[in-house]
């Protein structure tokens, strides 16, 4: 199986994450430094697999 459609289901599943991050957020279910300790895990995530998708383009 090629590995940029798996890159590309992880990026899906990042933004899924994302999205319910900032739900939990607005719902005041976690503190600011939580979710923004969280935030920055799927950034760094989000980074990695763009890196690895553009690597794949060339």
Avoid: G, T, W
């Avoid at 719902?27 to 939580?34: E, F, T």
């Avoid at 799927?42 to 697999?49: E, N, P, V």
């Amino acid at each position: 199986m090629p590995i940029a459609p798996i890159l590309m289901a992880q990026l899906e599943i990042s933004k899924f994450r994302r999205e319910l991050l900032i739900k939990l957020h607005k719902d005041s279910r976690y503190n600011y430094q939580s979710i923004r300790k969280l935030e920055q895990q799927l950034d760094r995530d989000d980074l990695m697999l763009n890196h690895v998708l553009k690597r794949e383009d060339e």
